[in-house]
């Protein structure tokens, strides 16, 4: 029946469609497959991907929003032997650009309004060779990219829903996925998840989260994050049912949780801040079996409003690291002791906290947090300098005859209690948290330098109670006064909303320290103050 040993994420959804293949899988608006139709239109896709000519490991890039041929590209691609990179909707064509050619993507799944804005910043040199359109147009000349690329529009790779997938052995150590993190040195990084990565977080999130297929769980995050992945594969790896949401509106969330009687949610702090406030119907809030929260710390008021507003409804904290898919969770029971606890590591992971050395930290001393066990992912796409940074031998692991264990290195600093629980107390780098978005200042410079508005500029991120930070642009005038509209226009056309800076001061130097770099510490104190 079922695969005897699941070396592909794909093997989630098999799984489940050889189980129950009458429950409903996935749905998008009015529109719901079960996961015997899901399962066909992914075998259908895989084979029309290996008549392109995928080979093993090819990357294929998803820029769409969340809808139903967004799951059937993602399993389809990993189906067919292929790396899903799956692109956030909100990033502008520039940064797609850079991450298609980062990645070296040979087919691009997008839509035709996408496409045309997109295909105007590809080299001619770009490494795509077939961009699929999910949208029926009929100027497919007119839409041609740079290079050699060869359009097609979905319906060309479904004229047999009844096509058998290709034969790909894959083993569960090889690539699946390729997440697009924004990094402390500017342009975004691609993490790179094995199909073991995300089968056991797929695993270990449902095991803690008592996923069951009794469950409807709303997709609210971008497919993009790790956490919104983990939403399709945990669902299918318990047999339940997703709701896919673009969200937009607050109260589009309590309709869809009437409607399709959602059980469980997992989102950022800023969304939870938002559902806070609403009124929602006691029989609607009655259904909610639980809800999660990841992407940073959420404020004690939001998490009291909530659990006023769905007094039965488990409340799980989560702590996570796109290079290790998930890490910490906060058991529901413990949230009136100790609120402002990460929790304990996650099911099939273990959590260190060491010293510079590498030996193990005293309970209450802080130290660098250091995630061991199959969630570590294998790096850094196509950049082995800060794959050697972040991703180290074990400490005190074995030496010898035996290789020694990879972890992964936060770069966070936390602490212990006596009772093992974790304490997060803050970051190493300078990488801005807001809107469960890892920020770079490095990026958001970049921005501002390329207006030609200003001789310096430096981004910080200041603690706010609804978004976790705030973007602060500290900015010297290339001439003698800087035109803040200006600038923030230029923000508005060339990043999405959460990276544009919330307010600019404008300073006639910024502080440099002995090293000749801007003094971002001594800048700080500046704004506090």
Same mark, same amino acid.
């Given at each position: 029946?079922k695969p005897?040993?699941?070396t592909?994420?794909?093997?989630?959804?098999?799984?489940?469609?050889?189980?129950?293949?009458a429950?409903?899988?996935?749905? /998008?608006? =009015?529109t $719901?497959?079960?996961y015997t139709?899901?399962?066909?239109r992914? +075998?259908?896709?895989? *084979?029309g !991907?290996?008549?392109?000519?995928l080979?093993?490991?090819?990357r294929?890039a998803?820029?769409?929003?969340?809808?139903?041929?967004?799951?059937?590209a993602?399993?389809?691609?990993?189906?067919?032997?292929g790396?899903?990179v799956?692109?956030?909707?909100?990033?502008?064509?520039?940064?797609?650009a850079?991450?298609?050619?980062?990645?070296?993507?040979?087919?691009?799944?997008t839509?035709?309004d996408?496409?045309?804005q997109?295909?105007e910043c590809?080299h001619?040199?770009?490494s795509?060779?077939?961009?699929?359109?999910?949208d029926?147009?009929?100027?497919m000349?007119d839409l041609?990219?740079p290079g050699r690329?060869e359009?097609h529009q979905w319906?060309q790779? /479904?004229? =047999?829903? $009844?096509?058998?997938?290709p034969r790909?052995?894959?083993?569960? +150590?090889d690539m699946a *996925?390729? !997440?697009?993190?924004s990094g402390?040195?500017?342009?975004?990084k691609?993490?790179?998840?094995?199909h073991?990565?995300?089968?056991?977080?797929?695993?270990?999130?449902s095991q803690?989260?008592?996923?069951t297929?009794?469950?409807?769980i709303?997709s609210?995050?971008?497919?993009s994050f790790?956490?919104?992945?983990?939403?399709?594969?945990?669902?299918f790896?318990?047999?339940?049912?997703?709701?896919?949401m673009?969200?937009?509106?607050?109260?589009?969330?309590i309709?869809?949780?009437?409607r399709?009687?959602?059980?469980?949610?997992t989102?950022?702090?800023?969304?939870?801040?938002q559902v806070a406030?609403l009124?929602?119907?006691?029989?609607?809030?009655?259904?909610?079996?639980?809800?999660?929260?990841t992407?940073g710390?959420m404020p004690?008021?939001?998490?009291?409003?909530?659990?006023a507003?769905?007094?039965?409804?488990l409340?799980?904290?989560m702590?996570?690291l796109?290079?290790?898919?998930?890490s910490?969770?906060?058991?529901?029971?413990?949230?009136?002791?100790?609120?402002?606890s990460?929790?304990?590591?996650i099911?099939?992971a273990?959590i260190?906290?060491v010293?510079?050395?590498?030996?193990?930290?005293?309970p209450?001393e802080?130290?660098?947090?250091?995630?061991?066990g199959?969630?570590?992912?294998?790096?850094?796409w196509?950049?082995?300098?800060r794959?050697?940074?972040?991703?180290?031998p074990?400490?005190g692991?074995l030496t010898?005859?035996?290789?020694?264990?990879?972890?992964?290195?936060?770069?966070?600093?936390v602490f212990?209690?006596?009772?093992?629980?974790?304490y997060?107390?803050?970051r190493?780098?300078?990488?801005?948290?807001?809107?469960?978005?890892?920020?770079?200042?490095t990026?958001i410079?970049?921005?501002a330098?390329?207006?030609?508005l200003?001789?310096g500029?430096?981004?910080?991120?200041?603690d706010?109670?609804?978004?976790?930070?705030?973007i602060?642009?500290a900015?010297?005038?290339?001439d003698?006064?800087?035109d803040?509209?200006?600038?923030l226009?230029?923000f508005?056309?060339?990043?999405?909303?959460?990276m544009?800076?919330?307010?600019?001061?404008?300073?006639?130097?910024?502080?440099?320290?002995?090293n000749?770099?801007?003094d971002?510490?001594?800048?700080r104190?500046?704004?506090?103050?």
């Amino acid at each position: 029946m079922k695969p005897a040993i699941r070396t592909n994420v794909s093997h989630l959804l098999q799984q489940a469609a050889l189980l129950q293949g009458a429950a409903p899988a996935v749905t /998008f608006k =009015d529109t $719901t497959y079960s996961y015997t139709e899901l399962w066909q239109r992914v +075998c259908a896709f895989a *084979a029309g !991907l290996a008549a392109t000519g995928l080979r093993r490991d090819d990357r294929v890039a998803v820029a769409l929003d969340k809808r139903l041929e967004t799951v059937v590209a993602i399993f389809g691609t990993t189906t067919a032997g292929g790396v899903i990179v799956p692109v956030n909707p909100l990033l502008r064509p520039p940064q797609v650009a850079h991450i298609l050619s980062d990645c070296s993507a040979r087919v691009l799944v997008t839509s035709s309004d996408r496409w045309t804005q997109l295909r105007e910043c590809l080299h001619e040199k770009a490494s795509i060779r077939h961009v699929l359109l999910i949208d029926e147009t009929s100027g497919m000349d007119d839409l041609h990219g740079p290079g050699r690329c060869e359009m097609h529009q979905w319906t060309q790779l /479904f004229s =047999d829903e $009844t096509a058998a997938p290709p034969r790909i052995a894959t083993v569960d +150590c090889d690539m699946a *996925a390729i !997440l697009y993190t924004s990094g402390s040195t500017g342009k975004p990084k691609g993490v790179v998840l094995s199909h073991r990565n995300m089968i056991v977080g797929a695993e270990s999130v449902s095991q803690y989260l008592g996923n069951t297929p009794d469950d409807t769980i709303l997709s609210v995050l971008p497919l993009s994050f790790d956490a919104g992945l983990s939403q399709l594969t945990t669902a299918f790896n318990s047999g339940a049912h997703v709701v896919l949401m673009n969200y937009l509106l607050p109260g589009d969330v309590i309709r869809l949780c009437e409607r399709h009687k959602v059980t469980g949610i997992t989102g950022v702090p800023p969304f939870w801040t938002q559902v806070a406030n609403l009124s929602w119907p006691p029989g609607v809030a009655a259904g909610l079996r639980y809800f999660a929260n990841t992407g940073g710390r959420m404020p004690k008021a939001t998490l009291d409003r909530l659990r006023a507003s769905f007094p039965t409804t488990l409340p799980y904290l989560m702590y996570g690291l796109t290079e290790a898919f998930r890490s910490t969770y906060l058991d529901p029971a413990e949230i009136d002791r100790r609120p402002d606890s990460i929790g304990k590591a996650i099911p099939n992971a273990e959590i260190l906290v060491v010293r510079p050395d590498g030996s193990r930290c005293a309970p209450g001393e802080q130290g660098e947090l250091v995630h061991r066990g199959p969630l570590v992912a294998l790096g850094y796409w196509n950049d082995p300098e800060r794959t050697a940074e972040r991703f180290r031998p074990l400490p005190g692991a074995l030496t010898g005859s035996r290789m020694s264990e990879i972890a992964v290195f936060s770069g966070d600093t936390v602490f212990a209690d006596e009772d093992g629980f974790l304490y997060f107390v803050g970051r190493r780098d300078e990488m801005i948290k807001t809107s469960g978005y890892r920020v770079s200042p490095t990026e958001i410079e970049e921005v501002a330098y390329a207006t030609g508005l200003v001789r310096g500029a430096v981004a910080l991120g200041v603690d706010d109670p609804l978004l976790g930070q705030r973007i602060v642009l500290a900015a010297s005038p290339l001439d003698d006064k800087l035109d803040v509209t200006a600038l923030l226009t230029a923000f508005k056309q060339q990043v999405p909303q959460y990276m544009v800076p919330s307010s600019v001061i404008e300073m006639a130097s910024i502080p440099i320290n002995p090293n000749g770099k801007f003094d971002r510490v001594l800048l700080r104190e500046q704004l506090a103050s």
